[in-house]
């Protein structure tokens, strides 16, 4: 799936997600670049979430993990 396909899809269906869920979908809209390169791990404690979180937001947008 191409990157802009993947943003386009997370912008669609960031509003049926639950708040925690709602914070990783917007931070990866802002820094998509920078999303790409780092790990979950690194992600997360930036984001200020699990990584738990950030696996079941991917989960509901139909991602099979994060380098999906």
Do not use: C, D
């Not at 917007?26 to 690194?42: A, D, F, K, N, R």
């Not at 950030?54 to 989960?59: F, G, L, S, T």
């Amino acid at each position: 799936m191409a990157e802009s396909e993947v943003l386009e899809k997370i912008s669609e269906k960031k509003v049926a997600l639950r708040e925690s869920e709602e914070k990783v979908a917007t931070y990866i809209l802002t820094h998509w670049q920078e999303v790409l390169h780092l790990p979950i791990t690194e992600l997360a404690k930036r984001m200020g979430v699990s990584e738990e979180t950030m696996v079941r937001m991917y989960k509901k947008m139909g991602f099979r993990g994060f380098q999906n």
